[in-house]
């Protein structure tokens, strides 16, 4: 059985809106990851990927639950073993542009974490960040140059090799491709993909685009205001979708198929109010499926078929007895 190097476990981060309450921004999210996948959170703009990945690299600090790596609380540990988990468990950022110090050559940035976390002699930097770049397949004429004089996918490749400078084993991918033409998005997706396969590195790619997570994930959860409400393999959300928001996000996918025709699912009413949430279904007030009676349900992330979760009372049970 494979034991998974990363575990949320009932995982909530809520923020003080002042005279208003509380904003639901991850609300008891249980997810485990197993070493060497990419794992893929996928929803909205605004439904809590990236809040879920800050607190992953320790960036933000739950409200509520815990999130382990290889089995210890990142949030507990302490001294030379909180500073090692924080090189183990790297971020790339979505922004390039904003991601990097414009007052910094690209050479300072990369010596910045060999610096900071005392990881080889100072004389040594140079070597290694050689090799980074090769390994990146960027000249070395690109150290003496500042961020602002690159383009975005060189920037974002900057960004890449920075995270691998400290050897992590996991990396939270934090829409590493959306800010980039698509051209460019390929070259990096394809970096990302070789680089996992060449240090083993496991990937929780966090997406709004679903062709981009189709294409480099094993396994997807599908997030909608701050909860999971389905989760399975690749192929299975690709599919077999089940939750009606998947239903939802995949009408909207462009085909080029021309003579295919594509019903598109154009979701009605407004986004619920992330502040004190009902403690009914988050999708309810959007859903074309749900009745009266599902308005006093919130519906737990339920086994409806092997390796398939799904948040919705719609959706019944199917579970195969291996027994």
Sequence with gaps: MNVPIIELRNLKKYFIIEGQGLLHAVDDVNIEI??????????????????????????????????????????????????????????????????????????????????????????EIEEKINKLLEVIGISQNILLKYPHELDGGKRQTIGIARMLTLEPEVVVCDEPVSALDVSIQAQILNLLMDLQKEFNLTYIFIS???????????RIAVMYLGKIVELAEKNEIFNNPLHPYTLALLSAIPSINIDKKQERIILKGDV?????????????????????????????LDLKSPNHWVSCMKIKPNIINDS
């Design 208 to 218: 709004h685009d679903l062709s981009v997570v189709k294409h480099i994930s094993q």
């Design 272 to 300: 619920p109010n992330p502040i004190n949430p009902k403690p009914i279904c988050r999708f309810f007030e959007r859903c074309w499926m749900a009745t009266k009676e599902f308005g006093k349900i919130n519906p737990p």
């Design 34 to 123: 197993i070493e060497g996948e990419t794992f893929g959170l996928v929803g909205e703009s605004g439904c809590g990927k990236t809040t879920t990945g800050l607190m992953i690299v320790r960036l933000l600090k739950p409200t509520f639950g815990e999130v382990f790596y290889r089995g210890k609380n990142i949030f507990l540990v302490k001294g030379i073993e909180s500073k090692k988990i924080h090189k183990k468990i790297q971020i790339i950022f979505q922004d390039p542009y904003s991601s990097l110090n414009p007052r910094k050559l690209i050479k300072d940035i990369l010596s910045e974490p060999f610096i900071i976390h005392g990881i080889v002699k100072r004389k």
